[in-house]
Structure formats: structure tokens, C-alpha cells
């Protein structure tokens, strides 16, 4: 395995393990330098309502980039809004793979898993490739990887927070409840955060905010993209077991006085 | 008769089709998409899409997002 082997989703093989979202762009030329720096597996967009300024632009730089685009359901409370939020983004962009949203509180962005798995069962059936953002419960995602997702989006911390994983137990937990790719989703705020997710057995990692509002996005989606093959290889190298006490690593043969 | 096209009420004429509702615009040749009455209408039926009074036309397109 090299640090730079991709992942396979739904049968579709992304040549990286680092996804970006484009949430939190200044502006849109700052897109091409961030998707040079990361070179991601693909770039996530919201479906908004269409205004009379230049639109399409984002679109025409992502198409130009030649990445692949995953719409999300962002800003989606229900189930019902969520289905016709993918079933317009299929329409729109030709894609019938949908990063699955459904948020059940405006002050902490924490999924309503109860709309979620609503929404992802219709999905599935209307022939969607669902990745669904979720909290880090191990029962939930198996539900929602029972239903036919075809990966796991578990939180690390609340969307846009930058606190990174809180619950390392519990995202350890997810990966070992399904089958299908565990995609680290939302709280990320820095490189080590990101390598952790991959030390922690997660197949990718998703980072917007960390990327788009860092002082300079395209340097942190570089130090994302290291970070993310890093903690791949590591977790793949076989770190050393943590220890109690200490362990020499020096050998004590020869040593002068003995 | 009246209709609402992404949340702002719009006089439109009887018989106006979803359709002639969009050629009216400005829009991008793609990546853009509509419902009507929160069912979306595929590019291809738009031209036999008559709109009725009262109805809600949303048109989007991809946008910023994480």
C-alpha cells in the first residue's frame, strides 16, 4: 500500500483520501489554488437558489479543475426537504451521489438521525449514493449502512468548530460497526486532526472550514493532504502499543561500567 | 396570475410554461435545476410545464458548501 492509494466508493475509485468542501470560500478564484494544493478525491457543493449575480462560476472552476463533485443537503430540516435537495442536485449537476445532511439543531448543527435515516432509506431506494453526515454512533451508522449507504460520514465536532475529533472512542466504534468507508465529516481544524482520523482507521477525511477559513486555505489544504496520507501510513505502518511505564530503547549490552 | 419564483411573488401571464419562465432569465446553460410546488420538473418536460396561479417555482444551482 502506498500513502497515496485511494478509496473506493460504491465501486468508483477516488484517487484521494482527502475530500474538500467548498463552505467558507472568500472567493471563488481562491477554489483553483485550494483544489491544486489538496488534489482531492473529490469537492463538496450546497444547492442554493440561484440569484442574478454571476452564477456558475464555482461550477465552471471545479469543472475546469476536473474534480468530481459531491452536492450536499446543507441547511436541510427534514427528510422531505433533504430528498428533493438531492433530487434537484441530481438534475442540476448529473450526479446521483448525495452527501446526505439533515440538520436537527441550529446552535450545535447536530444531525436529526431520525430524518436522516428517513431520508437515506428513500434515497437508496430512488437509486442515490448516499453518504450521510452523522454523529459518532456506532448504532446509527450500522443502521444507516444497513439501509445501503455506501459510506459513513461520522462528526468529529460540531460543523465549522475546528476542535477536531472529541470522541476518538467513538469514531473507532463506527469503523468497527460497518463494513462500508468511514468518512471523518465536520470539526476538523488542523493537519494533526486529520492524520488522527486516518491513525483512528477512517477510510477519508472531509475538512471545509479548516481549509477555506485558515489564513492561507491553499498552505493548510497542502498540510491536509500530507497529513491525511500520513496517518494512513501509520495506521497501516502498526504504531507501538501504548505503555504504562517506560521501555529503553537503547540496548544496555556494552554499556561502559558494567 | 401570480406566481412565486424563489421566494419573491411574480405576475406571469396565463399559459406562461416553466419553460418560458426560464429563457426569460439570465441563466447558466447548465447545472442549474427547478421544481414546482416542491416536485422537481426535469429539463425535458419544462416546455409542457404549464404553470398554474399560485404556484412555487424554485430554480437553483450549486453553490458554496461544506
Known sequence: MSATDGVQIAGAQLASRLWIGTGGLTSIATVTDVVEAARPGLVTVSIRRISDQSEGSLLDELRRAGVRILPNTAGCRSAREAVLTAQLAREALGTSWVKLEVIGDETSLMPDVVELLSAAETLVEQGFTVLPYTTDDPVVARRLADLGCAAVMPLGSPIGSGRGISNPRAIEAVRAAVAVPVVLDAGIGTASDAALAMELGCDAVLAASAITRAERPAAMATAMRLAVDAGRLARSAGRIPELVTARASTPTDGRMGT | ?66
Open chain 2, 1 to 66: 396570475m401570480n406566481i412565486t419564483v424563489n421566494g419573491i411573488p411574480e405576475p406571469v401571464v396565463d399559459g406562461t410554461t416553466l419553460a418560458a419562465l426560464m429563457s426569460a432569465r439570465a441563466l447558466p446553460a447548465s447545472g442549474i435545476a427547478a421544481a414546482v410546488n416542491g416536485d422537481v420538473v426535469r429539463v425535458a418536460l419544462w416546455a409542457e410545464t404549464v404553470l398554474a396561479d399560485q404556484d412555487v417555482v424554485e430554480i437553483v444551482t450549486a453553490k458554496q458548501g461544506g
